[in-house]
């Protein structure tokens, strides 16, 4: 592995996972391709933008000619795909930008793997292809997959395909399932930045239905130490769960974040719930744990530590809480 295209690595986890890849290896080139939507933001990539071994290109996933390009440019020998859309509200307000992104771009990166032989595939997904996992249990690997939105159903049909690939044609994959990531970076429309940059302003946390459901809060950071060594250990063909294998309820994530501001909880607001909404994720992380990972942070620790990134860095986020992201949180919030 030299020369690594990580396709949507102006978002957050991407950003992240580049600023790791660099700082930890000394021989690798790192090739960001990302179409800049609304979450994609060259400021994520601030302080590698003049990295010797860093190229920045701007493309669509989806956009074979595009992607072929940069692969014969660079000399890509491995596809890390972060590429998508994201966000599950937007995902019930407009389905079918994920599925166009989330199906038909990662059909046209492993399209291209194969057409240049690339060593490794990696994709990277999440926890909410289990869909809501009942009880006790925790989901593993070969759980069945039962999607419930636009956005993880989209999802599930990439890791499908990413399998398939390998089953069909022999390409080397990787898939890895993150639980829910926290951290620098993650733009101001998901929950625990949003509720955080909220609270900051004074502003009331819109908290979903009772706020019982049950997520796995875990830091982006451990994320990318994860996918970095399921891309030089992980067997091929194989997918790995990450994250810290513990859920806490949402309110309970309301209250570390304004404890550790020091705001009052008078700023919860319950608002009606969103449709379909997953009531609990959980992994079962055995199977990463055994290459030698282990989550560093707990839930708790993440938020904090999240919190107080956001408390630091307000020229981050001031510039991203617009008057479109407004017009966004209006539209999203103003009637429940
Ligand atoms: P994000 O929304 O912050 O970033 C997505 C990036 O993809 C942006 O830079 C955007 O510009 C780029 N992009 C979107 N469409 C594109 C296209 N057609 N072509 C090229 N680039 C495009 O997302 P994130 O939270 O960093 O998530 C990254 C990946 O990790 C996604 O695949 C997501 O499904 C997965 N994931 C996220 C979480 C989480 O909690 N955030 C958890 C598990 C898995």
């Known amino acids: 592995m030299k020369n690594i295209l990580v396709t949507g690595g102006a978002g957050f986890i991407g950003c992240n996972f580049v600023r790791h890849m660099l700082n930890k290896y000394d021989d690798y080139r790192i090739v960001v391709f990302d179409k800049l939507t609304y979450a994609g933001r060259l400021e ?80 990277i997904s999440t926890d909410e292809v289990y869909g809501h996992v009942e009880g006790e249990h925790r989901a593993t690997e070969d759980d069945p997959v039962r999607p419930r939105s636009p956005y993880s159903a989209s999802k599930t049909g990439a890791d499908l395909l990413v399998h398939a690939y390998y089953i069909t044609y022999g390409l080397p994959i990787t898939i890895t399932r993150g639980a829910n990531n926290i951290g620098p970076y993650q733009y101001p429309e998901k929950v625990v930045p949003l509720f955080t940059t909220n609270a900051l302003q004074d502003r009331p946390l819109p908290v979903y239905g009772d706020g019982r459901q049950m997520r796995d809060y875990h830091y982006v950071m451990d994320h990318c130490e994860a996918i970095d060594l399921v891309l030089h250990k992980g067997e091929i063909g194989e997918i790995y769960n990450v994250g810290t294998g513990q859920e806490i309820e949402n309110l309970r994530m309301v209250e570390i974040i304004l ?78």
């Open 44 to 123: 994520n990539l601030h302080d590698v933008m003049d990295h010797p071994r860093f190229a920045f290109v701007r493309g669509d996933i989806c956009d074979a000619e595009a992607v072929e390009r940069t692969i014969r440019e660079y000399d890509i020998d491995t596809i890390v795909n972060f590429a998508a859309e994201t966000h599950v509200d937007r995902s019930i307000m407009n389905p079918g930008a994920f599925v166009q992104t989330d199906v038909i771009g990662t059909y046209t990166l492993l399209e291209a793997a194969r057409k240049f032989g690339l060593e490794r595939y990696h994709q």
């Open 259 to 336: 404890d550790e501001l020091g705001k009052p909880r008078s700023l919860i607001q319950h608002v009606e719930d969103r449709a379909g909404h997953d009531r609990r994720y959980a992994m079962d992380i055995s199977k990463i744990r055994a290459l030698g990972w282990e989550p560093r942070h707990t839930p708790e620790e993440a938020i904090r530590k999240t919190v107080r990134w956001y408390v630091e860095n307000e020229w981050w986020w001031r510039a991203i809480r617009d008057e479109a992201f407004e017009r966004y949180y209006q539209e999203q919030y103003g009637k429940r």
